[in-house]
């Protein structure tokens, strides 16, 4: 149910948007409303089910943290 209501509400989202984008002309902007709405879908979604959360930290935590941690244990140990 709750996904459901999701899902509408952000096609909702979407067809008002995209509808009003595209009778002033806004192609441009358009793509990115559309990346914008898909994007906060996907992450309403993974917080239902836990799926994993790819946001903007995702790589920082995946690359200089690890990397960080290491200096960090060279730093103790010289």
């Known amino acids: ?3 459901g209501l999701w899902i509408l509400f952000y096609a909702m989202l979407f067809y008002i948007g995209t509808r009003t984008m595209r009778s002033k002309g806004y192609t441009k902007e358009l793509v990115l409303y559309v990346c914008v709405v898909g994007w ?3 992450l309403s979604l ?3 089910y836990t799926w994993p959360k790819l946001t903007i ?4 935590n995946a ?3 690890p990397v960080g941690k290491w200096i960090g244990q ?4 010289g």
């Open 1 to 3: 149910m709750k996904t």
């Open 40 to 42: 906060c879908m996907y």
């Open 46 to 48: 993974a917080d239902i």
């Open 57 to 60: 930290a995702s790589p920082m």
């Open 63 to 65: 690359v200089f943290t």
């Open 74 to 77: 060279l730093w103790k140990a």
